[in-house]
């Protein structure tokens, strides 16, 4: 079975949560897009765990995980996440972790571009808020066809390969020569670099596609991995205030690498209530004050986990979820987060959005999103701690009400809700996977 799990809004919906619980039953798992630029957070009994590019079934000790051919792959990012969880006694070794040598290098330059722009369009007031991890310029080189990919570190030695690096690197000191003022950087230093990353990461590099076709034909369990939510999508997402790949389930086979086959199902996270990091035309923390914003922060640990950045944060959106469902095309939804609001004795709900006083039909991305004034409903809180809950009839009827307030603005019934960041702490309400 091949199953999806993607974000339906901006990103940090708690996808790694809901990956985690499914890869208790799956045999892979596999990253199909983005690179480093976000994170996964899994609470286990070890701990907390922040993960930007390994798959959240890497916490697993009998699955296999994958970064498919669609990912850019910052390796000596790759190399520091190995240690840190390898460090709190979790195993990572070429037999539970396979890197595609499709899947394109973050090459040492692509952070140090990202940084400099940014810092450029910054003096402007026109920043996009990058996380400055290079992944726009990796993605950009890439459909140049001026970087590397992970299956040419296997080939160093040879002429074609050696060529390909001296013709990207004249190239590059011109840009960062010419545009930033930069001192060039030399080719055996850049050779080098890759010998080293041929060394640490060969045995890892293989053909996923192959590997991922054998086990869908013999019937594994394999749940794709996505990155951020469709608002951050290249194509359908805030342009341009969006992630540089495709975080769409559509895409998900083909960025894994399998694109012959298809989605048997998938699964949409959404957030109790909304957040966003980074730049862009985001309605729903305008719809509350400050302070209330403040204290949703505070009360739901709002910082990005790849950056540690503040979120930005608002009530639920149903406008923006309407929207992100349908690019998703989920059949199944997860709702995350909902603790966190058990302390309110009003939770406030996005239902519509005016402009200049008109009612706007629905959210269209190529509108003038920044002007858009939400229009907010108040549903009853249940003040009571949730977190104990073992089923969907123990939730008090508040909470019930407010979950089944969401579905009919959704059109789509939840399954599955979250009562804490720990793993076992969700109720079902309708047929799982």
Same mark, same amino acid.
């Given at each position: ?53 390994? $798959? ?75 996380? #400055? ?39 590059? @000191? ?28 060969? %045995? ?41 790949? @495709? ?11 399998? %694109? ?25 923390? @305008? ?22 950045? %503040?979120? #930005? ?8 979820? #309407? ?41 269209? %991305? ?13 549903? $009853?809180?249940? @003040? ?50």
């Amino acid at each position: 079975m091949l199953t999806a799990v993607t974000g339906i809004n901006w990103g940090d919906e708690g996808k790694g949560r809901v990956i985690d619980l499914l890869a208790e039953h799956a045999d892979v798992v596999a990253r199909y897009q983005g690179g480093n630029n976000a994170g996964h957070t899994v609470v286990t009994e070890q701990g907390k765990f922040i993960l930007n590019l390994l $798959p959240s079934g890497i916490l697993h000790p009998d699955v296999v995980c994958v970064l498919g051919a669609g990912m850019v792959i910052d390796l000596d990012h790759l190399a520091g996440e190995m240690d840190a969880i390898e460090e709190r006694g979790v195993k990572v070794g070429s037999e539970n972790l396979k890197l595609s040598d499709k899947a394109t290098i973050s090459m040492p330059w692509h952070k140090v571009q990202d940084g400099l722009e940014e810092d450029r369009l910054a003096q402007k007031g026109a920043a996009f808020g990058s996380t #400055r991890r290079g992944i726009a310029y990796a993605y950009s080189d890439k459909y140049r066809k001026k970087t590397l990919r992970l299956g040419d570190l296997l080939h160093l030695d040879e002429k074609r390969v050696q060529d390909r690096l001296h013709m990207i690197l004249e190239s590059k @000191n011109l840009e960062l020569g010419g545009c930033y003022h930069q001192e060039p950087m030399s080719y055996d230093a850049l050779l080098e670099w890759c010998r080293m990353q041929a060394g640490q990461f060969a %045995p890892y590099i293989c053909d996923v596609g192959a590997f991922l076709q054998q086990a869908h034909d013999s019937g594994k369990r394999i749940v794709l991995e996505a990155q951020l939510g469709a608002m951050r999508d290249i194509d359908y997402g805030i342009f341009p205030f969006t992630s540089s790949s @495709n975080t769409l389930a559509a895409y998900a086979p083909l960025g894994a690498g399998i %694109p012959n086959c298809r989605l048997d199902h998938v699964v949409g996270v959404l957030k109790a209530y909304s957040t966003c990091v980074g730049a862009g035309p985001f309605a729903a923390e @305008n719809a509350m004050s400050e302070d209330w914003n403040e204290q949703l922060r505070k009360a739901g640990g709002e910082y990005g986990a790849a950056t540690g950045r %503040p979120r #930005r944060v608002g009530p639920f959106d149903c406008v923006a979820s #309407r929207y992100g469902l349908t690019c998703q095309g989920a059949d199944k939804i997860a709702l995350t987060k909902l603790d966190v609001l058990s302390s309110m004795k009003e939770i406030p709900v996005i239902t519509g959005y005016t402009l200049d006083g008109v009612q706007v039909p629905s959210f269209d %991305p190529l509108s003038d999103l920044d002007r858009v004034e939400p229009v907010v409903t108040m549903l $009853p809180g249940w @003040n009571k701690d949730i977190s104990g809950c073992k089923s969907w009839d123990e939730l008090p009827k508040e909470a019930k009400a407010y979950v089944e307030f969401l579905e009919k603005q959704l059109g789509h019934e939840i399954q599955f809700v979250s009562t804490g960041a720990e793993r076992e702490k969700f109720v079902l309400k309708g047929e799982w996977l």
